[in-house]
C-alpha cells in the first residue's frame, strides 16, 4: 500500500519518514524519477526502434517490421499512460509472472484507490514500466527474444574496456601470488566491486559517462558511508558454516558484472568457498541488468581479444561455468513488483536456495530499494530492523546510492552529507558496504 492519502495531484512535500516511495510526494527522486526520467526513458526505446528498423527487419525477418509497428505503438501508449497519470491496466502476458503482477495490482486497489503512476508505490509503478516493455515484445511473433536494452548493454562493456583491461590485470596478478584469502586483498576487491555500481545505465538513462576513477577507491573511501566490509569478510572466511556455497545477485552489465566474477573468482581460487551461484533477470530490465546472455557475450568479447590479461580469465571463467563451479541461474522473482519480504510466500524454494549459502551477496540499488522495502526509513534504522524478517542467510549489501532510501547509517551522517552534496541520494557518488548476520530460515 503506498501510505498516502490520494487525490488527482500530487503534494508539494517531502517523503514523511517510514512510508513507502511514491511519486506522490513532489519532493522525491520517486517524483522526478515517474515525472521525468521513466517517459525519457521510452522515447530512448522508441526513437532507436525507429531508427534502428531496418537492421531488426535483416535479422528478424520481414514480419518483424510489420509487429515493431505494434510494439512502437505499445511503448507510445504507456508513455501516455503514465505522463496522464493513468491506472496501471493489468498485463495481458500469459506469462506466470503475469498474475502474480495482476493480483499485487488487485490488491493496491482493494487498500487504496485504483493504484496510478503518481498514486502508488514508486518501486511498482517502475518495475510495471519495464514489464510492460517486454509484454510488447512478447506478445509478437518474430520480437519475444528481441532485448531492447542489447546494443546499449554492450556499449557499456566496449565504453568501459580500458577500466576492465585494468581489473583484470589487477584481480591475476593477485591470484597469482596468493595461496590463501586475505582480509586486506578482499576488502579491497569489495570496495573495487562497491563503486562498479556506479555504472548503471538506468539512472544515466542509457549513456556510458566516464568512471575513469573508479580503481582510485581510497580517493573514494570518505564517500562510503556505512562500511562493514570486516563484518563481511569474517562472515566468508569463516570456516565453521557447513555450506560451500556463496551467491551474488548481480546487478548491471559491463564494469560491474566483471567485477563481480572477480570477486566470484578470488572466492574459487583462495578456497573460501567450492561454488558460486549467480543469480541473473529473465527479462530487459532496468536498461542495464545483466541476462544470461549478457554474461556469455561478455566472455566470447573477451576470448576475441588480444589483452593478455582478459583471454586467460574467458577461458578460465568458462570453465568455471562449464564444470559447475559457477552457476547461473534465472529466477522471475527479482523481475516482481514488490519488496523481498515476498519471497518466503511466493517462492519458498528460492528463499531455501538462498539459505544454503554461506554469504548471499546483493549488489546495487534496486536490490537495495526491495530490501528494505522502498520505505523512507529513518537513515540510522538498522539494517536487520529494515530488512524486516528477510533473513535467508547472512547477506552482503553492495550499493552506490540512487534512490531516497537508506538504512544502517551511523547518527548524523545523513545530515553531514546532505549539507555537503544535497543530491546525495541520487547520483550513485555515496555508497554503502553492508552486512546483517541474522539467518531465519523458513520453519
Given amino acids: 500500500m503506498c501510505d498516502c492519502e490520494k487525490g488527482n495531484r500530487s503534494m508539494d512535500m517531502k517523503t514523511p519518514r517510514n512510508v513507502h516511495l511514491s511519486a506522490f510526494y513532489k519532493r522525491s527522486f520517486a517524483f522526478h524519477t515517474v515525472k521525468n526520467r521513466m517517459p525519457i526513458i521510452l522515447t530512448n526505446i522508441i526513437d532507436g526502434l525507429v531508427r534502428n528498423k531496418a537492421n531488426i527487419a535483416k535479422e528478424y525477418g520481414i514480419e518483424s517490421a510489420e509487429e515493431l509497428k505494434t510494439v512502437i505503438g505499445e511503448l507510445s501508449e504507456l508513455k501516455y499512460e503514465i505522463q496522464t497519470n493513468k491506472p496501471l491496466k493489468p498485463l495481458t502476458s500469459t506469462a506466470p509472472d503475469a498474475r502474480i503482477y495482476n493480483e499485487y495490482i488487485a490488491e493496491q486497489a482493494t487498500t487504496e484507490n485504483p493504484p496510478t503512476h503518481f498514486h502508488t508505490i514508486w518501486l511498482l509503478t517502475e518495475c510495471y514500466m519495464y514489464r510492460r516493455i517486454a509484454q510488447a515484445f512478447e506478445k509478437s511473433n518474430t520480437l519475444k527474444d528481441y532485448d531492447i536494452f542489447r546494443e546499449s548493454k554492450q556499449e557499456s562493456f566496449t565504453n568501459s574496456i580500458k577500466l576492465i583491461q585494468q581489473m583484470a590485470k589487477y584481480i591475476t596478478e593477485l591470484l597469482s601470488n596468493i595461496q590463501k584469502p586475505s582480509k586486506d586483498d578482499f576488502i579491497a576487491l569489495l570496495k573495487l566491486n562497491l563503486w562498479g555500481n556506479k555504472c548503471d545505465l538506468s539512472i544515466s538513462l542509457g549513456k556510458m559517462t566516464d568512471h575513469s576513477t573508479l580503481f582510485d577507491t581510497a580517493a573514494l573511501d570518505p564517500h562510503i558511508l556505512s562500511d562493514h566490509?570486516?563484518?563481511?569478510?569474517?562472515?566468508?572466511?569463516?570456516?565453521?558454516?557447513?555450506?560451500?556455497?556463496?551467491?551474488?545477485?548481480?546487478?548491471?552489465?559491463?564494469?560491474?558484472?566483471?567485477?563481480?566474477?572477480?570477486?566470484?573468482?578470488?572466492?574459487?581460487?583462495?578456497?573460501?568457498?567450492?561454488?558460486?551461484?549467480?543469480?541473473?533477470?529473465?527479462?530487459?530490465?532496468?536498461?542495464?541488468?545483466?541476462?544470461?546472455?549478457?554474461?556469455?557475450?561478455?566472455?566470447?568479447?573477451?576470448?576475441?581479444?588480444?589483452?593478455?590479461y582478459l583471454k586467460p580469465l574467458a577461458a578460465k571463467w568458462s570453465n568455471y561455468l562449464e564444470d559447475g563451479t559457477w552457476k547461473v541461474i534465472e529466477s522471475n522473482f527479482w523481475t516482481l513488483p514488490f519488496d523481498y519480504t515476498h519471497m518466503k510466500k511466493v517462492n519458498p524454494d528460492l528463499y531455501n536456495e538462498l539459505s544454503e549459502s554461506k554469504v548471499v551477496f546483493f549488489k546495487g540499488d534496486l536490490n537495495y530499494r526491495k530490501l528494505f522495502g522502498e520505505k523512507n526509513w529513518h537513515p540510522t534504522t538498522s539494517v536487520e530492523e529494515g530488512l524486516q524478517g528477510f533473513h535467508p542467510a547472512k547477506l552482503a549489501i553492495l550499493r552506490t546510492i540512487k534512490a531516497d532510501i537508506v538504512c544502517g547509517l551511523p547518527e548524523g551522517v545523513a545530515e553531514k552529507t546532505e549539507g555537503e552534496d544535497p543530491k546525495w541520494m541520487e547520483k550513485g557518488d555515496w555508497g554503502l558496504i553492508q552486512y546483517c548476520g541474522k539467518v531465519e530460515p523458513i520453519n
Fill in 229 to 308: 566490509s570486516e563484518q563481511i569478510w569474517q562472515a566468508v572466511s569463516d570456516t565453521q558454516p557447513m555450506s560451500d556455497i556463496v551467491t551474488i545477485v548481480f546487478d548491471n552489465v559491463g564494469y560491474e558484472v566483471f567485477t563481480d566474477l572477480c570477486i566470484a573468482d578470488y572466492i574459487i581460487s583462495t578456497k573460501i568457498a567450492e561454488k558460486v551461484k549467480m543469480y541473473v533477470k529473465t527479462i530487459p530490465w532496468f536498461i542495464s541488468d545483466v541476462m544470461t546472455h549478457d554474461l556469455y557475450w561478455m566472455l566470447n568479447q573477451m576470448k576475441t581479444t588480444n589483452d593478455k
